[in-house]
């Protein structure tokens, strides 16, 4: 039988970088994208791309309308991120109702394996010191912080519910630390934190802990899960832990940058968030540094990976060569851009000076 790998979220970090790898082995690529998202034009050629919405059924049957003489691997990526600790009834909709409708759909379509993209943070945090493992069940998610994170949580036992009532749905969970990399064309929390040092934009930091795993790599792992992801089983995949101010030095070296920007221990933080609290209420302008990401840095972000390399042979590169390759692709992007405002710049003078004649 042939392959055929559906793939949500497509157009995303991950996404595109899995139907990139995908199409590099030779893979026939289903991408289900939103209608009119920009940013599908940054998946790649040879990748059927069908335009649709989780909550809507009908474009559903058009994903899993395929040949009969294919095994089908989903591949389930597609959600909302949200820093907001507060419930939201869209973010909830699409990341655990449209979840619902993935399996369901799977299970009506007899696919091979179903694979779903959660995150650790739908993982209870563990005391700093020890490492946090995958567990077997999601739910209450009382000790849970965010609102992503409960809801990736939710749909997490959604996927572990339809794998223990229906014994024909082979499907495995893969839980991302925060990912990063190359190609991140949505400019995500790494990507942004590079770019405002690289332009000496942050000055301060806070004592804390990055866990970003490269996307690439985290690609890797997902589709190898695809063929060797044990039914019913979660794997984390992250990188090493990495402080703030060794950050800021691997940035430094990437870049060939000396900057020494500060950083505030935890206390002074502390205090900092409080003030830019009430700063925020008065101006009306969200804080840059609030609750919830000085708990992000402050957390256990300690994942132990050895189950996902154990089953899958997942392997993440060094947390150095990451950001060295981001570096080289934020510079890249900058120059086609700075490029590109010269070129209408030109383009402007020469049809003033039409006028003119």
């Known amino acids: 039988m042939k392959k055929l790998y559906i793939l949500t979220g497509a157009a995303g970090l991950l996404g595109s970088n899995i139907s990139r790898e995908l199409v590099k082995e030779g893979e026939e690529v289903r991408a289900f994208v939103l209608p009119n998202d920009p940013a599908a034009k940054y998946i790649p050629e040879g990748v059927d791309i069908v335009y649709g919405d989780l909550l809507e059924k009908d474009s559903l049957e058009k ?103 229906h014994p024909e749905l082979d499907a495995s969970i893969i839980h991302p630390s925060g990912i990063c990399g190359p190609n991140d064309y ?3 929390p790494v990507a942004t934190l590079v770019q405002q040092y690289m332009h000496g934009e942050m000055k301060i930091g806070l004592e804390g802990t990055f866990n970003s795993v490269d996307v690439r790599d985290l690609a890797d ?14 794997y984390i995949m992250g990188n090493e832990l990495v402080t703030m101010r060794e950050l800021f030095d691997i940035i430094n070296e990437a870049a060939d940058l000396d900057i020494h920007a500060k950083v505030l221990p935890k206390a002074v933080a502390t205090v900092l968030v409080k003030v830019m609290k009430v700063q925020s209420k008065i101006t009306g302008k969200e804080a840059l540094l609030n609750d919830f990401a000085f708990y992000n840095l402050t957390r256990n972000n300690d994942f132990d990976c050895t189950m996902a390399r154990k089953d899958l042979g997942f392997k993440c590169r060094p947390f150095a060569d990451t950001i060295r390759d981001e570096v080289l692709w934020l ?24 006028h003119v004649a």
Not at 82 to 109: F, Q, R, S, W
Not at 221 to 232: F, L, Y
Request: aromatic content about 4%; charged content about 25%.
């Open 331 to 354: 510079r890249e992007e900058e120059k086609a851009a700075l490029g590109e405002i010269k070129e209408d710049s030109s383009k402007e003078k020469k049809h003033a000076d039409s």
């Open 186 to 188: 949505s400019y995500g």
């Open 63 to 165: 994903l899993f309308d395929v040949p009969s003489d294919r095994d089908v691997y989903v591949i389930h990526s597609a959600s909302i991120v949200t820093l907001k600790t507060e419930p939201n009834p869209i973010v909830h909709a699409v990341n655990v109702d449209g979840t619902k409708n993935m399996v369901d759909m799977c299970l009506e379509h007899h696919v091979k394996k179903l694979v779903y993209i959660s995150s650790t943070s739908a993982i209870p945090e563990l005391p700093h010191g020890q490492k946090i493992k995958e567990v077997d069940h999601f739910l209450p998610t009382d000790k849970l912080v965010g609102y992503y994170a409960i809801t990736k949580a939710e749909a997490s036992q959604v996927v572990l519910d339809a794998v223990a009532n």
């Open 221 to 234: 792992g997902v589709i190898s899960c695809c063929e060797n992801g044990r039914r019913g089983q979660c």
